[in-house]
Nanobody, 121 residues
Framework: QVQLVESGGGLVQPGGSLRLSCAAS????????MRWYRQAPGKQRELVAA???????NYANSVKGRFTISRDNAKNTLYLQMNSLKPEDTAVYYC???????????????WGQGTQVTVSS
């Protein structure tokens, strides 16, 4: 099994910054793509950003130029640097990873428990 634990959420004023982290642990053989999703109250979960093992990234239009996704493969950790935060960024942010376990098995999706980000003055 693979466990994903997010951290770094909190309350921040508009225009502020936060850095989310997602640490993966367990019987990990390899982690392929990793992603950040978010879900605001009353809305569907949406993809915020994604990164391949090789470092290729893509972003939702709403966060381009403000958010940066990165990963440390040696530490099995995913990051999301969020700058110029807006009230509409308020949501629970979830980490998602495609990972295979030891012994080598087919890749499966895993989810973290989520971390709350609130942007308010």
């Amino acid at each position: 099994q693979v466990q994903l634990v997010e951290s770094g959420g909190g309350l921040v004023q508009p225009g502020g910054s936060l850095r989310l982290s997602c640490a993966a642990s367990g019987s990990i053989f390899a982690i392929d793509a990793m992603r950040w999703y978010r879900q605001a109250p009353g809305k569907q979960r949406e993809l915020v950003a994604a990164i391949t093992r090789g470092g290729s990234t893509n972003y939702a239009n709403s966060v381009k130029g403000r958010f940066t996704i990165s990963r440390d493969n040696a530490k099995n950790t995913l990051y999301l640097q969020m700058n110029s935060l807006k009230p509409e960024d308020t949501a629970v942010y979830y980490c998602n990873a495609d990972a295979s376990t030891i012994p080598p098995m087919s890749s499966n999706p895993y989810w973290g428990q989520g971390t709350q980000v609130t942007v308010s003055s």
